[in-house]
């Protein structure tokens, strides 16, 4: 049988649309021109879980729920990975456990225990053996199953997004804090190799002043809708407008930008077109009339330092593959697309590369300077791993990166590169540009997932 993308995918699952302006009960209220959502109260005595750090674990004991492409690809990699045990591995179909079963068997490694159906993840979940559940399922199953498994005293790895409303953004952001578990959101594009050389530049002060960013998801879905189990993603495209998965470009723009790090967002703004290929493929597929999603969503968000990003999704029309990326600072330009480049004042590479003084801003720093500038600002994570996660693979090698530094982190009981308020910010945008769209790209206040929190560290750090 063909595998499924995502296929741990319940039937017993309701796609639940975002309210209309209009519906008698909304998650938010409008205060002087500017929606703002509801914060629940957090339980008395809940401490935040900025910089914080669980007892190190000498082996890192995994269960992964959700095997279809990601998931049975995260089970490759960490064989890879130095103290770790497969444990446990569940999927809704059993075929897709047994084939990843195989993977473990191939690499002559210990079989791992096995569930399948609508709630054997549950059952992985309360096993008393595993430290980590990795969750790779539907968006819609994300925050069920992270919630339940800190619950049960498991650390949570779970894919993109990581909550699909503000409520279950909450949610997440609370259970970490009550269980004291790591809640992780599996953001791979963090991990790209230019990103993590441009945030080296960027933290080196390369850039001055970074005052603009840009991120989106541009990718053509076209050859894949048919391939998700149960269509959800595209049923769940038909039900929601907004940016419904802001965060591959938006996870790097908020490390570049320090939020919750000594900034925060304040506001956004969005709007989108008409669905013109959306709504074709959901009548050729589903046989539906209607369809909410804009071909081309576009959001623009301030934070409290003044500074902007501009955000991107359409996943309809014949557009290149493209994440934006573009650093705007007050010395120094980056952008990865359409063409990867910098651009700087060549005060700034005095020092740095040979020949900086024939240098203009006027255009990108050739080819064998930009060369001369990647090695010289090679991210300490890649220089240690880079060589590695070439050879083992997953998105060119970022995603082992991802999964070599989450498992590092645990096992030297240091914080997480990425923490629960990064899954929650990334993810929240969707809701919130859904919102302001169906009020008329009014200001939509971001919550602050930090509860004031948000200049306690200065500046992001990764754990070494």
């Known amino acids: 049988m063909k595998k499924r993308l995502c296929a741990l995918a319940l039937a017993c699952v309701a796609v639940c649309c975002i309210p209309d302006a209009s519906a008698s009960a909304k998650p938010y209220r409008i205060k002087k021109g500017v929606i703002v959502f509801d914060e629940p109260k957090p339980a008395a005595g809940q401490e935040d879980m900025l910089a914080f750090a669980a007892e ?35 999927d809704l179909l059993p075929e897709n456990v047994a084939e990843s079963g195989r993977i473990l068997s191939d690499k002559g490694l210990p079989a791992a225990a096995e569930y399948s159906g609508e709630d054997g993840w549950k059952a992985l979940c309360e096993r008393d053996d595993i430290d980590l559940v990795y969750v790779c399922t539907q968006w819609q199953m994300h925050v069920e199953m992270a919630v339940y498994a800190m619950e049960h005293g498991k650390h949570v790895a779970v894919e993109v997004p990581a909550a699909m409303t503000v409520a279950d953004c909450w949610r997440l952001v609370d259970t970490s804090e009550r269980t004291r578990r790591h809640c992780m959101m599996l953001e791979n594009c963090v991990y790209d190799f230019f990103e993590l050389t441009t945030l080296n530049m960027a933290q080196q002060g390369l850039f001055g002043e970074i005052v603009h960013v840009e991120g989106g998801y541009i990718h053509n879905l076209a050859p894949f809708w048919r391939e998700y189990q149960g269509n959800w993603r595209l049923k769940f495209n038909q039900n929601h407008r907004g940016d419904v998965y802001a965060t591959h470009g938006f996870g790097p723009d908020c490390q570049l930008l320090n939020i919750h790090r000594g900034d925060k967002l304040d506001y956004l703004v969005s709007m989108d077109t008409k669905s013109v290929v959306g709504k074709a493929v959901a009548k050729e597929i589903m046989d539906a009339d209607e369809f909410a999603n ?86 300490p994570i890649l220089r240690e791993v880079e060589e590695k996660a070439k050879l083992v693979g997953g998105h060119g090698g970022m995603d082992f990166i991802m999964d070599y530094r989450l498992v590092y982190c645990l ?9 629960v308020y990064d899954a929650a910010e990334w993810s929240c945008i969707g809701e919130l540009s859904a919102a302001s769209i169906e009020n008329g790209s009014k200001p939509v206040a971001i919550p602050d997932f930090t509860r004031g929190r948000w200049q306690k560290l200065d500046g992001l750090k990764f754990a070494k």
Request: net charge positive; charged share 25%; with cysteine.
């Open 56 to 90: 190190p674990l000498a082996t890192v004991r995994v269960g992964f729920i959700g095997l279809g492409m990601r998931g049975s690809g995260a089970v490759r990699r960490f064989t890879f990975l130095d103290g770790v045990e497969i444990k446990a591995l569940c």
């Open 294 to 379: 804009g071909d081309q969503t576009t959001t623009m968000i301030r934070t409290s330092a003044g500074k902007t990003v501009l955000l991107q999704h359409n996943v309809y029309t014949p557009r290149p593959y493209d994440r934006l990326y573009q650093v705007v600072g007050s010395k120094g330009y980056a952008s990865k697309y359409p063409i990867k480049g910098y651009a700087f004042e060549p005060e700034q590479l005095a020092g740095a590369v040979v020949d900086y003084e024939n240098l203009s801003t006027h255009k990108f720093v050739p080819a064998a300077v930009r060369k001369e500038l990647a090695e010289r600002y090679k991210h």
């Open 411 to 419: 096992r030297n009981g240091l914080p997480l590169d990425q923490d």
